[in-house]
């Protein structure tokens, strides 16, 4: 059974999957974190972000992986170095070649055949897996997105403010729904789920309930403590 998580930047995605995938012993897909991934591995190898014939290679060939929450490429936790700032940007051109995506699409795609997976992004129901037993549209309001972030950043000790986390946003969220590739969108089926005012708990206790209403006949659940098993390609 595969179960997608889209929506926009600080929407609760991530956090909302990796707890999802948790609840049920499943495996859990980062794909953001696999873009990340390539952009890591390019810069590293000195490959020039606008080679796309290159990328795609690296997205073909490198062995990623996630286990419990991490990233890894082989056996290299990379859950931090793809997220630091200059990876961050160095992923933007990545994600946006066409090539690129359509090489991650397969990657993506294999990962999941034969197993029950989580996976969140902004193109998995409408893109990769348009077939998924459950696709959400995962989002809150712009406020309540900013809100969040600047909790994550103050508790980071990165002062910023409401209104600078709100101009962000919008660039970004203007620039996701504009792509000329891998764009942000509702699926087409997909469930809407808006966050406000509710807690991590609460939305993982009604995904749990879409869930159990979709899942095949004959099919049961781990117990609700077992570990994310680990998916590699």
């Known amino acids: 059974m595969i179960v997608t ?4 930047a600080g929407a609760g995605k991530s956090s909302t999957a990796k707890a999802l995938a948790g609840k049920l012993g499943w495996c859990y897909m980062d794909t953001g974190g696999m873009y990340r991934a390539v952009a890591l591995v390019a810069t590293r190898r000195a490959v020039p972000l606008d080679d796309e014939e290159q990328l795609a290679a690296i997205a073909a060939s490198i062995p ?9 490429i082989g056996e290299e936790d ?22 690129v995506r359509a090489t991650m699409k397969e990657v993506q795609r294999r990962m999941a055949c034969g197993r ?7 193109d998995q129901g409408s893109e ?8 959400v549209f995962l989002t809150a309001s712009p406020e309540e997105r900013a809100r969040r972030r600047l909790a994550e950043e103050l508790a980071k000790g990165r002062h910023t403010t409401l209104e600078e986390i709100l101009a962000s946003q919008k660039t970004r969220d203007d620039g996701d729904i504009h792509r000329e590739v891998g764009a942000m969108r509702h699926p087409e089926g997909a469930e ?11 939305v993982v206790a009604l995904l749990m309930e879409w869930i159990e209403a979709r899942r095949p006949p004959g099919t049961a659940f781990l117990p609700s403590d077992a570990a994310p098993r680990s998916a590699n390609p």
Do not use: Q, Y
Request: net charge negative.
């Open 5 to 8: 998580l889209d929506g926009p």
């Open 64 to 72: 990623i992986r996630f286990d419990g929450g991490r990233v890894f």
């Open 78 to 99: 990379v859950s931090e170095a793809i997220r630091t700032a200059a990876n961050t940007a160095a992923t933007r051109p990545v994600a946006d070649a066409p090539l």
């Open 116 to 122: 029950d997976i989580v996976t969140e992004g902004r």
């Open 128 to 135: 990769v897996f348009p077939h998924a037993e459950l696709k």
């Open 192 to 202: 809407l789920l808006v966050t406000d005012g509710m807690d991590g708990d609460a």
